[in-house]
C-alpha cells in the first residue's frame, strides 16, 4: 500500500490534470454547432492504430478501439458505463448486482464470479478487451492475455484515488482519454461543491463497519470509502491502520471511540453477541444514537465515480439530515 503522501500527491495531480481539461472544454464552444464530418479515413486509422497501455501487471498493446469488453470487477463496469460503452460479459455474484450498480438492467453475458472469472465463457464472447482486478486476478492475468488482450487494475481493497487513476486508464485503452478526462472534471466539481455544504465546525468522526463471522472489518481512512468521505470534510476514526481495511476487535472498537458508526450487518451473529457486552453500549455512537444501516453493495462493493457520488450524498443526509443539493 502506498504511504499517505503519496497518494495526495497522485489525487493532486489527477485532479489538476481533470480540471485542466474541463477549462479546455469550456472554451471549445459547444461541440453540436462545430462537430465536424464524419471522415471514413480517419474513423478506418482509429480501428487499426495500436497504443501500448501501462498497468499494474506490466504493458499491453490494444489495437483500434476495444468494443467487445469483459470487465471483472463492478468498478470497472461503472468506468465503461459512464464512457458510453456496455461490456459484453460481466463478473457478478448475484442476479441483482449489476441493475444495482448502474440503476437499471443492460444487456450482458455473466462470466462467472469476480473470485472466479469463468474462462471458457470469456473466451466464447470474443473479447477484444478484458479488464482485470490486481488483488483478485493477478495469478490468472496470463490465461486471460491468452484470450484477448488484458490490462489489470486496482479496485478492490484500493483508495479512492487509485480508483480515479484506474479510471482514467481505461479511458486510455478505449481510446477515450478526453472523455475520462471530462468526466473526472465533472467528478472533481462535484466533490468541490459538497465540500462546501460540510459545517467546518463539525468535529465527529465516522467509521464503516462490515460484520464477519468472527470480527469487523472496519474501513480506515485509507479505504475507498473513508478516503472519499476525507476529500469532502467527513473525518474517519481510524487514521493510522497500514491496509485499508483492518479486522477489529470489541475492545479495539471502544479505542477507536467513533462518534458515527455506518454499519453493514453481513453477519448479523456477532453484532447481536456484541450488544449483549456493556463494551457496546459505551461507544460514543452507541450512546448517542448514531448508528446507521448502509447498504453493503453501495459502499464496498461497487467502487465507481457514480457510486462514489451517491456514498456522499447519502452520508450528509445521515449526518446533517437532509441531502446535500
Not at 117 to 130: K, T, Y
Request: charged letters at 25%; proline letters at 4%; a neutral charge.
Amino acid at each position: 500500500m502506498k504511504k499517505n503522501n503519496g497518494w495526495k500527491r497522485l489525487g493532486q495531480a489527477g485532479w489538476a490534470l481533470a480540471l485542466a481539461c474541463s477549462v479546455m472544454l469550456t472554451g471549445c464552444g459547444s461541440s453540436e454547432t462545430a462537430a465536424p464530418t464524419a471522415n471514413p479515413e480517419s474513423s478506418q486509422a482509429a480501428q487499426t492504430q495500436t497504443r501500448t497501455i501501462k498497468h499494474e501487471l506490466g504493458e499491453t498493446v490494444i489495437k483500434g478501439e476495444p468494443k467487445r469488453i469483459v470487465a471483472l470487477e463492478f468498478s470497472f463496469v461503472d468506468a465503461l458505463w459512464e464512457l458510453g460503452v456496455t461490456p459484453v460479459g460481466i463478473a457478478q455474484e448475484k442476479e441483482t448486482d449489476v441493475e444495482g450498480l448502474l440503476g437499471q438492467k443492460i444487456e450482458y453475458t455473466p462470466v462467472g464470479t469476480r473470485q472466479q472469472p469463468n474462462l471458457e465463457v470469456i473466451s466464447s464472447l470474443h473479447p477484444d478487451l478484458i479488464i482485470g482486478d490486481l488483488n483478485r486476478h493477478k495469478d490468472i492475468y496470463q490465461d486471460l492475455q491468452k484470450i484477448a488482450p488484458t490490462i489489470i487494475l486496482k479496485s478492490r481493497n484500493s483508495t479512492y484515488q487509485e480508483n480515479l487513476s484506474s479510471f482514467a486508464k481505461i479511458g486510455e485503452a478505449l481510446n477515450k482519454t478526453k472523455e475520462a478526462e471530462q468526466r473526472l472534471a465533472k467528478h472533481k466539481e462535484f466533490i468541490d461543491e459538497q465540500k462546501k455544504k460540510i459545517p467546518a465546525g463539525d468535529s465527529r468522526k465516522v467509521m464503516l463497519g462490515v460484520f464477519r463471522a468472527d470480527s469487523l472489518s472496519a474501513h480506515g481512512a485509507k479505504s475507498f470509502d473513508g478516503e472519499l468521505l476525507e476529500m469532502v470534510g467527513i473525518k474517519n476514526a481510524i487514521q493510522d491502520a497500514p491496509e485499508p481495511t483492518v479486522k477489529i476487535s470489541l475492545e479495539q472498537m471502544v479505542q477507536w471511540d467513533p462518534d458515527v458508526i455506518f454499519l453493514v450487518e453481513a453477519d448479523d451473529a456477532l453484532l447481536s453477541e456484541w450488544k449483549q457486552n456493556p463494551l457496546w453500549n459505551n461507544i460514543k455512537a452507541v450512546k448517542n444514537k448514531q448508528v446507521y444501516n448502509v447498504n453493503r453493495d453501495l459502499w464496498t462493493r461497487y467502487r465507481g465515480l457514480k457510486s462514489a457520488e451517491r456514498i456522499v450524498e447519502e452520508a450528509s443526509e445521515v449526518l446533517y439530515g437532509k441531502k446535500q443539493e
